[in-house]
């Protein structure tokens, strides 16, 4: 690798202060979008899978600075709705569409839906894509259902509605970003990641 910097693509400051709080102690300079000056770079994510997303914004990224880059797609998928709204989470009310505009679609979707059948999962693949061209994608899923009613004043996205397993009765707005960091969809798939890249390090 040319450098141990390592590019975040994202303009989600949520999702950047998550990935580096997990890759603090990972021997990698983290910049954001902003630091090599892409910030507000539009990239248009036509993959039909959370991987062709993640790997589109991350080759995207790296052709324009060099460094390495990381990128995430993450979404929710419903069962009673047959997976959606998958890679569509972020629009699903519509282009521009607000976490809440989103989760008061979610919710209306799933009116009269008993609990049992609000079964949903969040699911993240990181793609990292190194100067080189080469690149590879993990996978991270936390299952969990959809409340009745957006809860906490935490998180971001559709968390205010997710009640996780490890945590009965309460949201993945409702805990602290510490816990949430070590149950979290992008958590899993971040270790996963790190466990790559340690690999692939120490091999060069």
């Not at 990698?28 to 790997?55: Q, R």
């Not at 993945?172 to 270790?191: D, F, V």
């Amino acid at each position: 690798m040319k450098s141990n910097s390592a590019v975040i693509a994202t303009g989600n400051q949520h999702k950047l202060e998550e990935i580096g709080a997990i890759l603090k102690d990972f021997n990698l300079e983290i910049k954001s979008m902003k630091d090599v000056g892409l910030e507000g770079l539009e990239i248009i994510e036509d993959g039909n899978t959370f991987e062709d997303n993640a790997l589109i914004k991350a080759r995207t990224v790296m052709e324009k600075t060099g460094f390495m880059t990381i990128a995430d797609d993450s979404g929710l998928e419903v069962e009673f709705l047959a997976g959606q709204p998958g890679v569509y989470s972020a629009r699903f009310a519509g282009e521009g569409a607000t976490d809440r505009d989103n989760n008061e679609k979610l919710l209306k979707l799933l009116e009269g839906v008993a609990l049992e059948e609000r079964r949903a999962g969040f699911v993240c693949v990181i793609a990292v894509v190194m100067p080189d061209g080469e690149s590879f994608t993990v996978r991270g899923e936390l299952d969990g259902i959809i409340g009745f009613e957006p809860k906490g004043q935490g998180g971001f996205g559709y968390d205010p509605l997710f009640m996780t397993r490890e945590y009965e009765g309460l949201s993945l707005a409702e805990i602290s970003p510490e816990e949430k960091n070590k149950i979290s969809h992008r958590a899993q798939a971040l270790q996963k990641m790190k466990k790559v890249l340690d690999e692939r390090l120490r091999s060069e």
